[in-house]
């Protein structure tokens, strides 16, 4: 089974800052079948990227995902108060579509 | 609106047995695989099981194989989850999802809460 392990476990940047979020796997992610999701507290998880590297709708520019066999990364340009937020990444085929432990971005 | 409305959530005893439902609207709940994540309080998120449009194949984690059985009535647009042989590491908020046609999870519920005491 593919472990997804991120980087770092806690994020402190200050609104405007470029953010920089890591996944890394431990087997090659076919197909780059890779997504990012946001959580904030009390709410569900949201979709931002698929495809290690598209947008889901609605999204802002100011995310972006890249990366592809084992390694990938989630960018923020431009921290905006509402991105502090937990992030996490998941691979989602074949199953089991394992999640990473989760970044947390805090505000510095 | 595109919806999910997750049900059935509530406290059992250990050992116990619980039915979670999702009802969607908004969509062609046929046309979509659909899958069940839980969070244990204060953890990430870990995907439980998933279901095909048409209801015919399904996959669980190996955690709670042959403890849940997740099952869909397309005419009803609802999503179950049947979960017998509960434990204290089953507590967690259960989201049901859609699964995109790019396989990513686009829609969530709003969860609901499982709780098992012992």
């Known amino acids: 089974e593919i472990v997804l392990t991120q980087s770092p476990g806690t994020l402190s940047l200050s609104p405007g800052a470029r953010a920089t979020l890591s996944c890394r796997a431990s087997?090659?992610?076919?197909?780059?079948?890779l997504a990012w999701y946001q959580q904030k507290p009390g709410q569900a998880p949201r979709l931002l990227i698929y495809?290690?590297?598209s947008r889901a709708t609605g999204i802002p520019d100011r995310f972006s995902g890249s990366g592809s066999g084992t390694d990938f990364t989630l960018t923020i340009s431009r921290l905006e108060p509402e991105d502090f937020a937990v992030y996490y990444c998941?691979?989602?085929?074949?199953?089991?579509?394992?999640f990473g432990q989760g970044t947390k971005l805090e505000i510095k | 609106e595109v919806q999910l409305l997750e049900s059935g959530g509530g406290l059992v005893r250990s050992g116990g047995s619980l039915r979670l439902s999702c009802e969607a609207s908004?969509?062609?709940?046929?046309?979509?695989?659909m899958n069940w994540v839980r969070q244990a309080p204060g953890k990430g998120l870990e995907w439980v099981s998933g279901?095909?449009?048409?209801?015919?194949?399904?996959s669980d984690a190996d955690s709670v194989r042959g403890r849940f059985t997740i099952s869909r009535d397309n005419s009803r647009n609802t999503l179950y989850l049947q979960m017998n042989s509960l434990g204290a590491e089953d507590t967690a908020v259960y989201y049901c999802?859609?699964?995109?046609?790019?396989?990513?999870?686009?829609?969530w519920g709003q969860g609901t809460m499982v709780t098992v005491s012992s």
């Open positions: 999802a859609r699964r995109n046609y790019w396989g990513a999870l686009d829609i």
């Open positions: 908004g969509f062609t709940f046929s046309n979509y695989a």
């Open positions: 279901v095909t449009g048409n209801g015919v194949s399904t």
């Open positions: 087997q090659s992610v076919s197909n780059n079948y």
């Open positions: 495809a290690a590297s």
């Open positions: 998941q691979r989602y085929a074949p199953t089991p579509y394992t």
